[in-house]
C-alpha cells in the first residue's frame, strides 16, 4: 500500500491532516507531489494542474497494490480507515475504489464520489485509467472510467469517515 499526496506548489502538510495520516495503523511509503496548481478558484485553470498532478503520482505506484490518494486537507476520523478499506478491496475483487464520506447516507451507488480520499486497486492502473481535465471534476470522469472498465466504486461505508478541512491556501 502506498499514500499518494496531491499538492499545489505553495502548499503545506495541515497537521492536523498529516498527523491522520501518520497514525494509521496501516504503514507504507508516502508520495507527496507538489504540482498540482494554479492560484486560481477558477476550476476550469486548476482542472489540469489537478489532473496532471494525480497522474504523476500513479506513476509512482510500481508494483503496490493498493494506492490510497490522499487531499491535504483531509482528516482521517478513524486510525484503522486505510487498513479498513484495503481489506474491503481484497474481500471484494469486483470493486476498482473505494472512496470516504464526509457526511453520513446518502446514495448507494453514487455517480459521483469525490477523490477526497480514495483506496484504488493496481489493476484499475494497469488498464491504463488515469485522471483527465474534464470539467467538471477530475472525479467525475474517474468514477465513469473505472466502471466502463468493468470494476464497481463507491463509498466504503454509510459513515462520516473523513473531515473535510476545505482549506484552500
Ligand atoms: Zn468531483
Known sequence: MIYLLPMAPWQKTIPECWDS????????????NFSGGERTNEQLVKLP???????????CVGNEKYSAMIDR????VENNIIETMCEYLEGNPD??????????????????????CVMVRKEVWDT?????DKMP???LSFIQDVRQAGFKM???????????????L
Open 73 to 76: 486537507d483531509v482528516v482521517l
Open 21 to 32: 495520516i501518520m497514525a494509521q495503523t496501516l504503514r507504507g511509503k508516502i508520495v507527496v
Open 95 to 116: 470493486f476498482g475504489a473505494v472512496g470516504l464520506r464526509e457526511l453520513p447516507g446518502g446514495d448507494e451507488k453514487p455517480e459521483h464520489v469525490p477523490l477526497s
Open 137 to 139: 471534476c477530475e472525479c
Open 154 to 168: 463507491g463509498y466504503l461505508r454509510n459513515q462520516a469517515d473523513i473531515k473535510h478541512l476545505h482549506v484552500f
Open 128 to 132: 491504463g485509467i488515469r485522471f483527465k
Open 49 to 59: 494542474f489537478i489532473a496532471k498532478c494525480r497522474n504523476e503520482l500513479v506513476e
